[in-house]
T-cell receptor, first 113, second 111 residues
Framework: DAGVTQSPTHLIKTRGQQVTLRCSPK?????VSWYQQALGQGPQFIFQ???????QRGNFPDRFSGHQFPNYSSELNVNALLLGDSALYLC????????????FGQGTRLTVV | LAKTTQPISMDSYEGQEVNITCSHN???????ITWYQQFPSQGPRFIIQ???TKVTNEVASLFIPADRKSSTLSLPRVSLSDTAVYYC????????????FGAGTRLTVKP
């Protein structure tokens, strides 16, 4: 059973460009959350998707958007990239209800130059 | 969501027991305490979760006093591979809401 998979693993973009990151949740999980982790800091919650809708959102600008597909996979889009967007982007999947933990992927390392 | 406070870093030696304490003074009645472990360039990994008293699994133990304003993660007989950042989180039991990670505790295990 594959866990949470993210692609690509590494990415270099130029300031002002747009980027799309992808996440496949653990088999059966219906909820996907995205986090941004800057170097030396803990992960910061961006948003969560359930039933193809954004369910919760953290303190991130509208440049950050997402999507969830019928198969529960998800995308994170970031527009007008800034140097400060350089970070490890983590995807976590879980069940919306039930006593279970969240599983994280390995992350996508985004570097904005 | 309750805020947590942990030591920034800790050092230990192989074979020792390590205890990392987390303060969460404004924990809510229905909040659980969850600990995650993170290695460099990897996503966090669930270690243990508890509500009160003591919880033990194959990896660690979690001690929670009666007032629940703090908790202690205990790692028995650590090895070099336990060197990682450990995060204490307070929130719902099934992590279906945004998880608020602090800076975590960077544990370094020395030979």
């Amino acid at each position: 059973d594959a866990g949470v998979t993210q692609s690509p693993t590494h990415l270099i973009k130029t300031r002002g460009q747009q980027v799309t990151l992808r996440c496949s949740p653990k088999s059966g999980h219906d909820t996907v959350s995205w986090y941004q982790q800057a170097l030396g800091q803990g992960p910061q919650f961006i948003f969560q998707y359930y039933e193809e809708e954004e369910r919760q959102r953290g303190n991130f600008p509208d440049r950050f958007s997402g999507h969830q597909f019928p198969n529960y996979s998800s995308e994170l889009n970031v527009n007008a990239l800034l140097l400060g967007d350089s970070a490890l982007y983590l995807c976590a999947s879980s069940f919306l209800t039930g006593d279970t933990e969240a599983f994280f992927g390995q992350g996508t390392r985004l570097t904005v130059v | 969501l309750a805020k947590t406070t942990q030591p920034i870093s800790m050092d230990s030696y192989e074979g020792q027991e390590v205890n990392i304490t987390c303060s969460h003074n404004n924990i809510a009645t229905n909040d659980y305490i969850t600990w995650y472990q993170q290695f460099p360039s990897q996503g966090p990994r669930f270690i243990i979760q508890g509500y009160k008293t003591k919880v033990t699994n194959e990896v660690a133990s979690l001690f929670i006093p009666a007032d629940r304003k703090s908790s202690t993660l205990s790692l028995p007989r650590v090895s070099l591979s336990d060197t990682a950042v450990y995060y204490c989180l307070v929130g719902g039991p099934n992590n279906n809401n945004d998880m608020r990670f602090g800076a975590g505790t960077r544990l370094t295990v020395k030979p």
